[in-house]
């Protein structure tokens, strides 16, 4: 079975092109035949989600809100912390992806986990704001990437805490101290993405770190499943809104 699922996703990834003309209708035609083997697949490919995710501190009674949240997998990395939060909103917009969440969150009987299907740049959670906002792979599926992070810093209160873990490249000339990609790595991987539009930027990094304070920042390499000789870049960020 987890291999047949693991064909199903790559014909989607190597021979199918979403089609729609909306974000939402475009992600829900990508996703739709494989969320079953989301979680299996990508947890092969979407490297340090749940590293990024237990960095966290967990805010005791107070609100998460994931953005991107897919199937829902990052409020298990949480662990029995979970119960300590006052309510972890899971936002996506794709139905099949929260499909597979709700179905988890009734599987595990969280009461305080609430799968949402919304707009990743719009969502306000009923509380106002938030203390923790993270992105776990998901800023490269969102096009508005840059409304989505002034987003998250206006839902976070002060001294609220922000988590990405995403596909990057790095900038021709980056700041110092930081990854230089060739051009070969540059090229290769924002082509390979943008045909199931994700969309890798040099740009992400620096505007988060112009938005938050740095807490801590890790650029590393990654496996891509099926490919052994294969190693995708992506970064992991813990910042903070400014007291």
């Not at 992600?27 to 960095?55: K, P, T, V």
């Not at 990052?74 to 119960?83: D, Q, R, Y």
Request: net charge neutral; glycine share 8%.
């Amino acid at each position: 079975m987890a291999v047949v699922n693991d064909l199903k996703t790559l014909w989607h990834l190597v021979a199918r092109r979403a089609r729609g003309t909306t974000h939402q209708e475009r992600l829900e035609n990508f996703y739709s035949g494989q969320a079953n083997g989301y979680d299996d697949f990508r947890r092969r490919m979407l490297h340090s989600r749940q590293e990024m995710i237990q960095s966290i501190p967990v805010p005791v009674g107070g609100i998460w809100v994931d953005l991107g949240a897919g199937t829902g997998e990052n409020a298990e990395h949480i662990g029995p912390n979970l119960s300590q939060i006052s309510t972890m909103y899971l936002v996506d917009l794709s139905t099949s992806l929260l499909k597979q969440a709700g179905d988890r969150v009734a599987a595990r009987g969280w009461t305080n986990v609430v799968p949402v299907c919304h707009d990743a740049t719009t969502f306000i959670p009923q509380e106002g704001q938030a203390d923790v906002v993270t992105f776990s792979y998901s800023l490269t599926m969102i096009p508005d990437w840059f409304r989505a992070i002034d987003h998250a810093w206006t839902l976070l209160k002060p001294g609220g805490t922000l988590g990405v873990v995403d596909f990057f490249v790095s900038r021709k000339h980056p700041d110092l101290n930081r990854t230089k990609h060739p051009w070969s790595t540059r090229t290769f991987w924002p082509t390979w993405f943008g045909s199931d539009n994700v969309f890798l930027s040099p740009d992400h990094l620096p505007y988060l770190q112009n938005k938050f304070e740095t807490i801590r920042l890790e650029e590393r390499m990654g496996k891509i499943p099926y490919l052994p000789l294969i190693r995708a870049p992506h970064y992991l960020f813990i910042g903070q809104k400014p007291l």
